[in-house]
């Protein structure tokens, strides 16, 4: 007789990240982001909050068993998506050769202004009540 522990394992095989795979999504997710910011710069404030939404992300993954290399890219391009809106609020803000926390929140803010109208997601990262009511 198989224990409850056998039983869940197969069913849910590599659900969960070892840290070092944890850690490596991360940094493949900020590899990621840098290169989507390219020419600009990451400032220092929105490098600290982009790292922690990518953290949070990784951890949605991980809590949903979305780990495959299909969901990872699919992190990707939502992260490129945000990190594009982050760009565009930057020009507006005057901001022409850094993302700072100032385009980190200008960005926020219209997604949340998206999520109003519409059922508006960048998974793993928005909608972010995952992390709110959890």
Known sequence: ?????????KKRPDVRLKMSDYR?????LWKTARQAASPMDIGPHSTRLLRAWIAMGVGRMETEGRLSPENLAIAESSLKH???????????LGHTDQLDKDCFHAAHRRLEGHSRVSQFTLWPFW???????N
């Open 1 to 9: 007789m198989k224990t409850m522990k056998e039983k869940s394992a």
């Open 82 to 92: 945000f990190i594009q809106l982050m760009k565009t609020e930057a020009v507006f």
């Open 24 to 28: 490596a999504s991360q940094d493949e």
């Open 127 to 133: 909608p972010n009540d995952f992390v709110m009511n």
